[in-house]
């Protein structure tokens, strides 16, 4: 089968570093997605990755290594508008989209 | 400002009650997508379409149904609703072009409720 694994909540302090990791096991690969969904909205678009290594704006960054089939959000300088889910999803070789189930960020002073 | 609409935003519906929900874009995205959201469970797709006059079955795509009649629109039915049926739905679109990467642009989402 195909999944995303990310984990189900993290806490971090306004001002710090955050790395939300995601690892996934697809039928081929075409493209690594974060997004990013503030409670009861809309998922909008973060980065896109398909090429190994570090794409990196603004506070945010992501990388990915396809052969561990892995990747991760880093999120600097936190803010409390950051408390949000994150989202993971992978591009197959059929082109579909396969999800994570998120990562509940909360972010306290 | 150009995007995707969704309509209702929400709507609480009688079991056996046929819903459509409706979803226009005016970006002119060939391909959009009807997703469903459930806490703890990821985006999972309902139904997609590629282009105006074809249609695909995505990961749950039992009890809904969707047309594409022209480029704008995507509404998603439900022949009779069930409980199981609560839930977010997201439309979302994305270009096709050489340039494009893939990413969905969303709308606001229906959250509906099947009593």
């Known amino acids: 089968g195909q999944n995303i694994d990310q984990p189900t909540e993290m806490t971090a302090t306004e001002g710090a570093i955050v790395q939300i990791n995601c690892t996934y096991q697809?039928?081929?690969?075409?493209?690594l997605f974060w997004y990013q969904q503030h409670a009861g909205e809309a998922p909008t678009f973060l980065s896109y990755n398909v090429l190994d290594g570090l794409e990196e704006k603004g506070r945010f960054s992501s990388f990915l290594s396809r052969s561990k089939g892995y990747s991760y959000l880093l999120l600097k300088e936190l803010q409390m508008k950051d408390s949000a889910s994150y989202l993971c999803a992978v591009l197959n070789s059929n082109y579909q989209l396969i999800w994570g189930a998120g990562t509940k960020l909360i972010i306290k002073p | 400002i150009a995007g995707i609409t969704q309509a209702p935003t929400s709507q609480i519906l009688a079991a056996g009650r046929r819903m459509t929900l409706r979803c226009t874009q005016d970006?002119?995205?060939?391909?959009m997508y009807w997703y469903r959201q459930d806490l703890g469970l990821g985006l999972r797709l309902i139904h997609y379409s590629n282009t105006a006059g074809t249609t695909g079955k995505g990961e749950v795509p039992d009890g809904y149904s969707v047309s594409r009649a022209n480029t704008d629109d995507f509404p998603l039915t439900l022949a009779s609703a069930v409980p199981s049926q609560t839930s977010v739905y997201f439309c979302?679109?994305?270009?096709?072009?050489?340039?494009?990467?893939?990413?969905?642009?969303f709308g606001e989402g229906s959250r509906l409720t099947v009593l």
């Open positions: 970006m002119r995205h060939n391909a």
């Open positions: 697809t039928s081929g690969f075409n493209g």
């Open positions: 979302a679109s994305s270009g096709t072009g050489s340039e494009d990467t893939g990413e969905l642009f």
